[in-house]
T-cell receptor, first 109, second 111 residues
Framework: GIQVEQSPPDLILQEGANSTLRCNFS?????LQWFHQNPWGQLINLFY???GTKQNGRLSATTVATERYSLLYISSSQTTDSGVYFC???????????FGGGTRVLVKP | DAGVIQSPRHEVTEMGQEVTLRCKPI?????LFWYRQTMMRGLELLIY????????DSGMPEDRFSAKMPNASFSTLKIQPSEPRDSAVYFC?????????FGQGTRLTVV
């Protein structure tokens, strides 16, 4: 099956810093989503981004499907950005997602 | 819409007991998914339904696990008998033709 790798596995930031998270996938995909799992365990939708670039406040994402990677940018990080960020991809029919291992982010005040 | 609703939020049970997890998907979504999250294996798909029909159950770990979707607004995941290694967070998700949305999960502890 498809492999989804995220890097780095862990990231410690000082509040206000910027960062880039990466998601590589081993085969072509139909769709890609980014999620934030907050400290309470809830999976929050960030972006649905099969290709191109999207922005939502301090967060933005870019997917280059032909090169099989996606990037998530966090600007001016805040302590509430702490948690685990997951990339998930969907192949073929069915909308089923394969998740990467996540990037654990800790933003220190 | 209130989003995907799962119950219970937490479940503690003794080994050997039957456990039933419940899910109400977002109205109008055609797909429903059950995922499991553990430290060792991350987030993995167990089974998914399309229009209430099970499409792929290859992720169901053992025959002890079963899932049903009797109608478009309700699904259950049952474990019988439960074992300590089933302890995990179980997520239900639903989607239409685009992005999937997840419920808050059920944290299952089998002692």
């Amino acid at each position: 099956g498809i492999q989804v790798e995220q890097s780095p596995p862990d990231l410690i930031l000082q509040e206000g810093a910027n960062s880039t998270l990466r998601c590589n996938f081993s085969d072509s995909v139909n769709n890609l989503q980014w999620f934030h799992q907050n400290p309470w365990g809830q999976l929050i939708n960030l972006f649905y981004i099969p290709s191109g670039t999207k922005q939502n406040g301090r967060l933005s994402a870019t997917t280059v499907a032909t090169e099989r990677y996606s990037l998530l940018y966090i600007s001016s990080s805040q302590t509430t950005d702490s948690g685990v960020y997951f990339c998930a991809v969907e192949q073929g029919a069915g909308n089923k997602l394969t998740f990467g291992g996540g990037t654990r982010v800790l933003v220190k005040p | 819409d209130a989003g995907v609703i799962q119950s219970p939020r937490h479940e503690v049970t003794e080994m050997g007991q039957e456990v039933t997890l419940r899910c109400k998907p977002i109205s109008g979504h055609d797909y429903l998914f059950w995922y499991r999250q553990t430290m060792m294996r991350g987030l993995e798909l167990l089974i998914y339904f399309n229009n209430n029909v099970p499409i792929d159950d290859s992720g169901m770990p053992e025959d002890r696990f079963s899932a049903k979707m009797p109608n478009a607004s309700f699904s259950t995941l049952k474990i019988q008998p439960s074992e300590p290694r089933d302890s995990a967070v179980y997520f239900c998700a639903s989607s239409g033709i685009t992005e999937a949305f997840f419920g808050q999960g059920t944290r299952l502890t089998v002692v």
